[in-house]
């Protein structure tokens, strides 16, 4: 595998930026979830998503509620390596992996929690929400050049960003980043991301295309009322999956009117395919072998 990386500093982070050559293939298909933890559910999780095929896993961040390199061992050794089968790993920085994060990002053989990286003509972006985001910081800038990179590059068909918490969701345990939703945001409308995967709430939650309403982004601009078939839609689908194992939270019983869907009490994980290059299709697995949510987003050029 023939790649390249260009290294910039940031605080006491370095984000990368590289670009891997991967053969191309008629189906791509990657796997995210976050919020993991307990041993067991954990590896039926990881199983579920080999049993599927996936090459790429992102997880979405805190992968043990323990601290110390026993538990991020067992994390690596026992839960992961011995279930993915041939998929590739990729990692977003949790809450709960922060005091591990030199651990974590060895395992995962990272040099940052901020990078990207290309696969089948799907750009990847990583976001560091526990390092200085705002504007102007060495964070902000990065995504804001590499997102611009992206979307000039013709070889890039789709766009997908993944952090820890959420941006939009319903208010579980925790409630949307409001400061990281308006800070990145109008850079995901403007570069035309597709996608943003995110976890902390230990349940499952999905919107419809959203673009950033300035006047009050509590109160995204849906930009289609269906529920499930996207063609070239304007904004991104925001996905929480954090359910991978560990205890389930509650879900807030207003639910937002930008919601498609919301569950909890499941484990499982999204499994998207970028079908020809044309068509992204996201479906939820969960480990007792149930499809509970899909959606395909298309191209207007397919």
Not at 35 to 59: F, P, Q, R, W, Y
Not at 211 to 239: L, Q
């Given at each position: 595998m023939m790649y390249l990386c260009l290294f910039a500093a940031i605080l006491l982070s370095t984000p990368v930026l590289c670009q891997f050559s991967f053969a191309q293939t008629s189906t791509f298909n990657f796997g995210a979830v976050g919020?993991?933890?307990?041993?067991?559910?954990?590896?039926?999780?990881?199983?579920?998503?080999?049993?599927?095929?996936?090459?790429?896993?992102?997880?979405l961040g805190d992968y043990r509620y323990d601290d110390g390199e026993l538990y991020v061992n067992e994390f690596w050794n026992d839960i992961v390596m011995p279930n993915k089968g041939g998929a590739k790993w990729y990692g977003a920085l949790g809450n709960h992996d922060v005091d591990d994060s030199k651990l974590y990002l060895n395992k995962f053989n990272q040099s940052s929690w901020i990078y990207s990286f290309d696969s089948n003509g799907t750009h990847f972006l990583a976001l560091d929400a526990y390092a200085d985001y705002k504007k102007g910081s060495g964070q902000y800038n990065f995504v804001q050049n590499d997102l611009k990179k992206a979307s000039s590059n013709p070889n890039v068909k789709w766009n997908v960003v993944y952090m820890h918490p959420p941006m939009y969701a319903s208010c579980s345990v925790h409630c949307p980043e409001s400061e990281l939703r308006d800070t990145y945001q109008p850079l995901f409308d403007q570069y035309n991301v597709d996608l943003v995967l995110q976890g902390h709430d230990h349940n499952y939650q999905r919107t419809y295309p959203l673009?950033?309403?300035?006047?009050?982004?509590?109160?995204?601009?849906?930009?289609?009322?269906?529920?499930?078939?996207?063609?070239?839609?304007?904004?991104?689908?925001?996905?929480t999956v954090g359910t991978g194992g560990r205890h389930a939270h509650h879900l807030d019983p207003a639910m937002p009117g930008y919601l498609v869907t919301e569950f909890t009490d499941t484990i499982g994980y999204i499994d998207i395919s970028v079908i020809n290059n044309g068509t992204m299709k996201g479906v939820y697995y969960s480990d007792d072998g149930e499809v509970k949510d899909q959606f395909t987003i298309k191209k207007g050029d397919v």
């Open positions: 919020d993991i933890d307990e041993a067991e559910k954990a590896k039926a999780t990881i199983k579920n998503m080999a049993s599927h095929g996936v090459e790429l896993i992102i997880g673009e950033f309403n300035a006047s009050n982004s509590d109160s995204p601009i849906i930009t289609t009322s269906d529920k499930s078939n996207y063609i070239d839609p304007k904004g991104e689908v925001y996905v």
